[in-house]
């Protein structure tokens, strides 16, 4: 089955830093990868996502780079502010009417300090 | 945006004991339901997928008799924990979602057995 590898586990950056999270996934049929922020007790949100078609995607501070033949995705947040503060999680499916089986990341706790 | 719903939020039980956890999709058909548990400080694992009105596909190493699911109707999914004990104190989350389209998390389930 899928495996996820995230890293890395701890990330701590000063305000208005960039913060860069990375992903490596081992099967290729895998076509759909979302990131998670999750605050404690509470669900995941979905902050960004990408399918296998396309290398690079951008929302605003957020942006995901994909690279499909080395099978590692990245979240790239920039001017990062303290309520970015959280734990972070990648993720990775076969994508189509799969989209939810998702293979998760060990997550990375990302702490800015004012 | 699509909304999901659990409950209870969070339940202590005691040991021996059976727990429901309903998961339903409020504003839209979910033809599938996913389940999750998430370990104090550590990533989701899927448990088990299951389709309106077809039996649960349980991941490796999840007990079919020890987590009942059932996905009766296209907006409730139950999880049931037969006989639980403290070692399956845990975050429990489901995805809802609807085809073509990725999940929607429940807010979670705090399960705390005695």
């Known amino acids: 089955g899928e495996n996820v590898e995230q890293h890395p586990s701890t990330l701590s950056v000063q305000e208005g830093d960039s913060a860069v999270i990375k992903c490596t996934y081992s099967?290729?049929?895998?076509?759909?990868f979302p990131w998670y922020k999750q605050e404690l007790g509470k669900r995941p949100q979905l902050i960004i996502d990408?399918?296998?078609?396309?290398g690079e995607k951008k929302d605003q501070r957020i942006a995901v780079t994909l690279n499909k033949t080395a099978k590692h995705f990245s979240l790239h947040i920039t001017e990062t502010q303290p309520e970015d503060s959280a734990v972070y999680f990648c993720?990775?499916?076969?994508?189509?009417?799969?989209?939810?089986?998702?293979?998760f990341g060990q997550g990375t706790i990302l702490t800015v300090h004012p | 945006g699509a909304v999901v719903s659990q409950h209870p939020s969070r339940v202590i039980c005691k040991s021996g004991t059976s727990v429901k956890i309903e998961c339903r999709s409020l504003?839209?058909?979910?033809?599938?339901m996913f389940w999750y548990r998430q370990f104090p400080k550590q990533s989701l694992m899927l448990m088990a997928t299951?389709?309106?009105?077809?039996?649960?596909?349980?991941e490796q190493g999840v007990e079919k008799d020890k987590f009942l699911i059932n996905h009766a109707s296209l907006t409730l999914s139950t999880l049931t924990v037969t006989s639980a004990h403290p070692e399956d104190s845990s975050f429990y989350i489901c995805?809802?979602?609807?085809?073509?389209?990725?999940?929607?998390f429940g807010p979670g389930t705090r399960l705390t057995v005695l």
């Open positions: 990408i399918r296998s078609n396309v």
């Open positions: 099967d290729s049929a895998s076509n759909y």
């Open positions: 993720a990775a499916s076969v994508g189509g009417t799969s989209y939810g089986k998702l293979t």
């Open positions: 299951s389709n309106e009105g077809s039996k649960a596909t349980y």
């Open positions: 995805s809802a979602q609807e085809p073509g389209r990725p999940g929607y």
């Open positions: 504003d839209f058909q979910a033809t599938t």
